[in-house]
Structures are given as C-alpha cells and as structure tokens.
C-alpha cells in the first residue's frame, strides 16, 4: 500500500457513507415516499452519489472543492425528496449527516491502513469485512444516540439562523480536517501522511461532537421555550376561569333579583299578554339555572362561560357531563384539559362556514376504574399527526400547538392517556384517567 493510497480514500466508500448518513438523520422524519417508492429513490441517490464520486475521483485540486459541493448537494436533494421536511430542516440534516459520513469514513480508511500494515491483509473480502464491520459500528451508535436524543418528542423546526451556524461549524470542520490534503505548507497542515490522516480523522470527530453539542443545546433552549409557552397557557386558562367565574357570579344576582322583581308584578292585576311574558321570562331564567350544572364548580364555570361564547358564534355546544368524578383532580389541571380541549374544538368550529355543522359535544363519564373525558368537533379537511397528535394548522407551528401537549402533559400527572382520532369529519380527543379508589 503506497502512500498516496493511505490519503485518498475510495470513492465509492466516501459515497456509501454519505447516503448511510442520511438514513441516520432521516430516521425520525415522516417520509414523502413510503414502501417501495422510498426505497426505489434510496437505490437512485446511492448510485448517483456512488457515480458522481467516482466520475470525479481524478479531478485537480481546484475542482475539489465545487465537486464536494455538489456531492453535498446531491445528500441535500436525498433528504429533501424523500422526507417531509421544510428546506431548513433539510438543509440542517444535510450538514450533520455530512460531519458523520466524513468522520465514518476517514475512520474506517485509516483503521483498515493499520490494520493491513499489521496483518498484511489488503485481499477484497478483508476489506470489505473491515469497511461493514466499522460502518456497522459507527453508524448503529449514532442512531442509537440520536434516538435517545428525540425521545422527548419532535424535532423543532429549524430557523435561518440557527442552520447558518450548523453550516459555519461544518464547513469549518471540513476544511480543517483536509486542509493537510490541499496545502502542506502551512501552520495547520502536516506532510507527513499519517499525520495528515490524524488530523483528517480528529479534526472530523471534533467538529461532529461540537455539532452535536450544539444540536443538544439547541434541543434544549427549544423544550424550555415549549415548556414556558405550555406554562403561559396553563395560566391563561386559570385566569379565564376567573374571570367567567366572576361574570357568572355577577348573572346569577340579576337573575335572581329578576325572580322577586317577576314575583312582585305578578302579585299586581295584569292582562293575560303580560303573564305570558312574564311565564316566558321565568321560563328562561329556570332553563338557564339548569344548564350546566354538572356537579362540579369549576366545570359549571368554564362550560357556562364556553357555552356563553358558542352562542355568540353559532356553535353547537352540548354536555354530558357528571363532574363529581372530577373531584380528584386539581383545578389548574381541569382547567387546563377542559379549557384547551374546548378552546381548539371552537377555533376550529368557526372556521366552518356551514353554522349548521358547527357542532361540539363533552361528555364526562366512568368506565370500569377509569375516568373517560371525550371531546368531539366536526371538521374538514386532513389533519396530519406527528407524535401522536395533529400538527397545528397555523403557519408558525413552532409557536402554536402547545393547547394538546399541555392536556397529555396533564394526564400523564395522573397516570393517563391522550388518544386523537380524526374519521369522517369528525375530530374525537379522549383522556383516560384512571380514578382513585374510593372513586371507583
């Protein structure tokens, strides 16, 4: 094995590490092509990638750097094709999944040098053995290790700045670790060839620790983002329990100063029209003391003050609710399950044009030992679900849909379950809670 063979990796190599890398990344990501349509475009980019490297393989120096580029490109193109991703998010997995493919295979390439200068094993099946062996090794730990590191839940999405500081710390890696390979006459390169592949292989592995040091970070910054917004709603909630709990309160005296006033004309001679309307009045204020009166205060209250706001809307609100199995849980927690649950069931309610299918119902209920809460809503048009829940429809998804991440939050405090199911126009959220002993 002669040196310049020590310095330059095989291309195909480079090529198969580049598009392993991209699985890695892709992993977690919902998939524009599924089945066979993605695995017949995983077949394509490999054999486009494995053809442009080797195709370039003899090209100057100062072709090196436009040729990395497009190879890059062609990484960036695998990943936007087939995953469902925005061009930032692409582009971000794009730069991580090309520190990794480097490092995997300038590692593999200098291990196998020293493994053949101690064996003097350069036959084909032995290089082959030792290029699957350490891809097999390299990349099933860094699946492993970014699966353990979205176990939380979704990747949040990516800004421009936060993908241009991903590109600075990979582009400098990169150059750093192949600037002995370009240039030996400098205060950083090296011309001794084992040298230049330490510095090759540590310069990669360095630049992909800082990168995934900054992934960690940015993973973090975004949950106590998402963890303050969740906080903010929780809040929201309460105060508007408040407030509807003091207009409530502020309702019920009229209405009972209305019952002496209707009493007291009453008592006076009057024509029939008058004690008809006077019925009608009585009527009106017996149908409201009954409406929502669930046993439970707080749900009394925030059904009232939802059931107030549908009617100022044209939406449909019906319960069926016994609320004296909510007597367990806190009022922050009813609050925040009844209120978001209700709040994203109206917001979607109003933007259905036909009132007539403006329609929501509640209903509260025990199953065995579990406490059922179900919410229904018509709507239209698909939802998509990313971890269990639907993505939100608004335009910026990193700062919505935090309303059902609070409520699952909620029901693991106690031991339960969120489900979501969206069938025929029809929007069903069931939390499942199981209820305390003396409960059941």
Known sequence: MNGPELTNIPRLYTALAEWLACLVYMAPFRKRLRGGWFAAAAGFFLLVQGAFLQLTGGVPVTWWIPC??????????????????????????????????????????????????????????????FLGGVYLLVFALMHMIESRTRAGGRLPHVSGREFASAAVIGVSAFLMSNLSYVFTNTPFSSSYRMEVFNIRTLMDLGGLAILYAYHLQRSELRMKHELDAIDNILQNQYVQYQQSRESIDLIDRKYHDLKHQIAALRAEPDAARRNAWLDEMESDIKSYEAQNKTGNQVLDTLLTGKSLYCQKHGIGLTCVADGTLLDFMDVMDICTVFGNALDNAIECEKTISNREKRLVHVSVSQQKGFLLLRFENYCEGELQFEDGLPLTTKKDRDYHGYGLKSIRQTAKKYGGTVTVRAERNWFELRVLLPLPEEKE
């Open 68 to 129: 990395m580029a497009v190879a890059v490109g062609l990484m960036f193109a695998f990943i936007y094709t087939c995953c469902d991703l925005p061009a930032l998010d692409a582009g971000y997995c794009c730069v991580r999944a090309f520190l990794l493919a480097e490092f995997a295979a300038a590692l593999e390439w200098q291990l196998y040098y020293f493994a053949a200068q101690l064996s003097g094993g350069t036959a084909s099946w032995f290089r082959s053995a």
